[in-house]
């Protein structure tokens, strides 16, 4: 069913709230391991299972064999889901190139199925996408500061661009590097997996994800005093959005069968 054309907050009221899909990336062919990513995805699981989501957790896939899942889940039939959630824990490149177990792929290709002219079951809801990984080299020694589509479900109907209703959620801000401790997991998914669980049920997404950016951009610091260039520098995430309506996801009623 779908949201009024005026509604400023999306239909969540489907029988299903929709699925996660979560592409781990530990093991590379000619990468360095992601020690710790393990941690992120138990974390990812249990908030995502907390807020009615199918959950479902692919490891240190290939590139056609992660496309051929994408190509799937896009072809499948979505209308009694309120959403979709992608999320990619891997290693990557500052030309917006994400990595699979053997090979690089262009980040669109996760997200360009999913166009509403090409997924119709997803047309008008949100498709929201998680991407932990580095965009390139950069680093950040900060500052301190001093305290001084959906059609209608009647008659009536409108039109939407295709790639309306998208969120892209990136750990880091372009070029920039993005930081992982091996023993605690990433600082952007810890971060959204703790607001999640504080607040998933209670605030919008996007006043989630203003939060986590916080959390990231004012409580973490790198710490090598081994490597001079690696020690106390700062991240900040970015957040990509086409997004029409906001986002909340409220509890799921039960639904009888009959």
Not at 33 to 51: N, P, Q, W, Y
Not at 98 to 127: I, N, Q, T
Not at 192 to 214: A, P
Request: net charge negative; hydrophobic share 35%.
């Amino acid at each position: 069913m779908a949201a009024e054309k005026c509604a400023r907050v999306y239909n969540m009221n489907h029988k299903k709230r929709g699925r996660t899909l979560i592409f781990n990336h530990e093991e590379f062919t000619d990468m360095p391991a992601r020690d710790g990513s393990g941690i992120d995805v138990k974390r990812l699981e249990c908030a995502f299972k907390s807020l009615d989501f199918e959950v479902d957790v692919y490891q240190d896939l290939k590139v056609e064999k992660l496309k051929e899942v994408i190509n799937e889940v896009s072809l499948g039939d979505h209308k009694d889901e309120d959403c979709l959630v992608v999320i990619v824990l891997t290693h990557g490149l500052g030309n917006g190139m994400l990595f699979a177990r053997d090979y690089a792929y262009p980040v669109e290709h996760l997200w360009a199925p999913f166009a509403g002219d090409k997924c119709l079951s997803l047309a008008g809801k949100p498709k929201l996408f998680f991407i932990q990984a580095c965009r390139g080299e950069k680093l950040d020694g900060g500052l301190t500061l001093v305290n001084c589509t959906q059609t209608d479900n009647n008659l009536s109907s409108y039109k939407i661009p295709s790639m309306a209703d998208f969120l892209l959620a990136f750990s880091t801000f372009e070029g920039h590097y993005s930081w992982r401790n091996p023993e605690k997991g990433t600082w952007f998914i810890q971060a959204l997996c703790e607001v999640l669980e504080e607040e998933g049920t209670k605030s919008s997404l996007q006043e989630i994800l203003l939060e986590v950016s916080r959390r990231v951009a004012t409580n973490h610091e790198s710490y090598n005093d081994m490597i001079a260039w690696q020690h106390q520098k700062k991240q900040v995430p970015q957040i990509n959005s086409t997004l029409l309506r906001q986002v909340y996801f409220n509890p799921k009623q039960t639904f009888n069968e009959d």
